[in-house]
């Protein structure tokens, strides 16, 4: 198929949503001759395919909406001066431009769509797109290691999906198809998903595995759909609390100051209006709180995750859904991560980063969510079934770590009293510079709690770290993931004799500095794990090439015995403490 010629009238060569020709028949993209059955281990041939027929008019009405969207923000009040008395020379004239801006992008998004074709090889997975200038570009299956599944409402009911290709080490969406047939996209995902072991498996000279089945290890419940919603309340929409104590809190101050009783006045409305706007104000920002929970609840809403021999797939979303893979051979760390108010509820989630990329379904926020949020068992157990780490014989940071935190809470505080005593001084403005004070007496509570958090263990395949009371992040990395592993010291560390270690991975967590970190651990000893972790690497590597011989020909998933070596404690590393 040629890029200038238009979509055949086959309903399944315009929106690519067959499943292929059957067995002795010749489909669409099956050429002349060629039949697609059931021959012994041989790849099927496909030719050239467009997107969906219904992506021109989809696409318009996108376009369409935001432009008379942006022309009514923007140039409402300009629109409406142009169409007034004196005036119809230049209206027809405006009127004319955007007919034809119109029809020229019209023009531009079907010529886009019919230079648009994508052909899966079982090698590559070629795309051919470009209007005024064309663009080829192969991408090797074995490169591929998520393929993602998004639709929204609307494209939902009008049976299209997109399409997103991610690749090792390319840290964003390699390809994107805008956009195919459900079916297309559900064959896409198979096929592309086959082939790569397949060529994997031919790279590393081992056979060609089977087709993969599947089982589900986590659906969520909706109980656990409401404790999501509850520990997933955006507590930075408190930044609002600001914004209303600077409209309400003039009036109240003001009020409160007997110079000003004859200018606000004693007045029953005027107490209820001061008392009554900041509360106003709390339950608005409390209401946007909730709404946020919300939201992200309806993100997760149906999540299911399933399993194979070589890939986890999930599924979830109510308004917008969304479908990928996971490779269990890429994952480079697994993270346990619960809030404060998550915590408490004995609740957690768990995030999986694979090398070079860590799938968001349309995200950007670094991970990707293996259970969004369920029972700390349940997370701990899924967990221990990618990888059996043991994480006893935990161990905190030595206690001149917590002087140190108390120490900085002090200082902190210090300066923001001294900064509002310097402006009540310098200003006319009353600001209250000893009310911070009243903090003075959490500052050991907040060294401890911090202290307390922190921590790292060694077991014999893995490295688990611990960070954060807020938000706790505990973290696996299996020793044959490590790349590089360094020490850091800051002048304040090096005062207490005390050292950061990194453990660095393939993972694009490196990238935002969210790496597994040992904290404020004596120097001594972060000098013997920067030594240890290694040596550990290497006998990793040692003991996986062993066992790989030890299981035949067979290709590995690089996932290991659910039952692991060891208890997790309390199921959150804490069984050392």
């Known amino acids: 198929m040629n890029g200038d010629e238009p979509p055949t009238d086959t309903p399944s060569s315009e929106s690519g949503t067959d499943d292929g020709p059957t067995s002795g028949s010749e489909g669409p993209d099956t050429p002349a001759g060629e039949s ?3 021959d012994a281990g041989e790849p099927r041939i496909e030719g050239p395919r467009n997107l969906h027929v219904l992506t021109v008019p989809y696409r318009i009405s996108q376009q369409g909406i935001s432009i ?7 140039g409402g009040s300009s629109l409406s ?81 997109e399409v997103g290709l991610e690749t090792a080490g390319g840290g964003g969406t390699e390809a994107q198809l805008r956009y195919v047939g459900d079916d297309e996209a559900e064959r896409l995902q198979s096929e592309i998903s086959r082939l790569s072991r397949a060529a994997k498996a031919t790279e590393e000279g081992t056979v060609e595995p089977d087709e993969e089945r599947f089982e589900t290890v986590f659906e969520m419940t909706e109980r656990e759909l409401g404790v999501l919603a509850l520990v997933s309340v955006d507590l930075r929409i408190a930044s609002f609390l600001f914004f ?28 209820v209006g001061a008392i009554l706007g900041p509360v106003a104000a709390l339950a608005v920002i409390l209401a946007l709180a909730l709404v946020s929970g919300v939201l ?5 809403y149906g999540f299911r995750l399933d399993r194979g021999d070589e890939e986890l797939r999930y599924e979830r979303g109510l308004l917008q859904k969304f479908r990928g893979t996971i490779p269990l051979s890429k994952v480079q760390t697994l993270t346990v991560r619960e809030n404060v108010l998550a915590r408490a ?56 770590a917590r002087l140190r935190y108390a120490f900085r809470y002090t200082a902190a ?25 009243v903090a ?95 040596d550990e690497l290497y006998g990793a590597l040692a003991r996986r090439r062993r066992a790989s011989r030890q299981r035949g020909p067979r290709s590995t998933t690089g996932a290991t015995d659910p039952t692991g070596p060891g208890p997790l404690g309390d199921a959150d590393g804490s069984a050392g403490d």
């Open 36 to 38: 697609d059955g059931p």
């Open 68 to 74: 008379v969207i942006a022309l009514f923000v923007f």
């Open 81 to 161: 001066a142009l169409f007034g008395p004196d005036r119809s020379l230049m209206a027809i004239g405006v009127a004319l431009a955007v007919v034809l801006g119109a029809a020229a992008l019209v023009g531009y998004l079907v010529a886009q769509y019919r230079r648009f074709e994508y052909e899966l090889t079982p090698d590559t997975f070629d795309i051919r797109s470009g209007v005024f200038s064309r663009r080829q570009r192969e991408i090797p299956l074995r490169r591929i290691q998520n393929v993602d599944i998004s639709q929204n409402v609307v494209q939902r009911i009008l049976g299209i999906a």
């Open 244 to 271: 209303g104590a600077s409209v309400f809190a003039p009036s109240a101050v003001s009020m409160f100051d007997p110079q000003s009783y004859w200018e606000y006045g004693l007045g029953l409305e005027n107490v």
């Open 296 to 300: 992200n609840a309806a993100r997760y």
């Open 345 to 400: 509820m004995d609740y957690a989630a768990l995030t999986i980063e694979t090398a070079g990329y860590t799938p968001t379904s349309g995200e950007s926020n670094g991970s990707q969510s293996a259970i969004p949020v369920a029972e700390r068992d349940r997370v701990v157990t899924l967990a221990r079934s990618l990888e059996a780490f043991d994480a006893t014989g935990f161990e905190r940071p030595p206690k001149r």
């Open 413 to 437: 505080l210090a300066v923001l009293v001294g900064l509002l005593y310097l402006g009540t001084r310098v200003t006319d403005f009353t600001l209250f510079w000893y009310v911070p004070l």
């Open 440 to 534: 003075l007496p959490l500052v050991p509570v907040a060294a401890h709690l911090k202290w307390a958090n922190r921590g790292y263990a060694l077991g014999e395949n893995h490295v688990v770290t611990r960070n954060g009371f807020w938000v706790r992040q505990q973290k696996v990395v299996p020793y044959h993931r490590v790349q590089t592993v360094f020490t850091t010291q800051t002048i304040f560390q090096r005062r207490r004799d005390l050292s950061t270690v990194t453990i660095d991975t393939a993972g694009s967590q490196s990238i935002t500095g969210e790496d597994a970190r040992a904290v404020d651990i004596d120097a001594e000893v972060a000098e013997r794990i920067r030594e240890r972790v290694p």
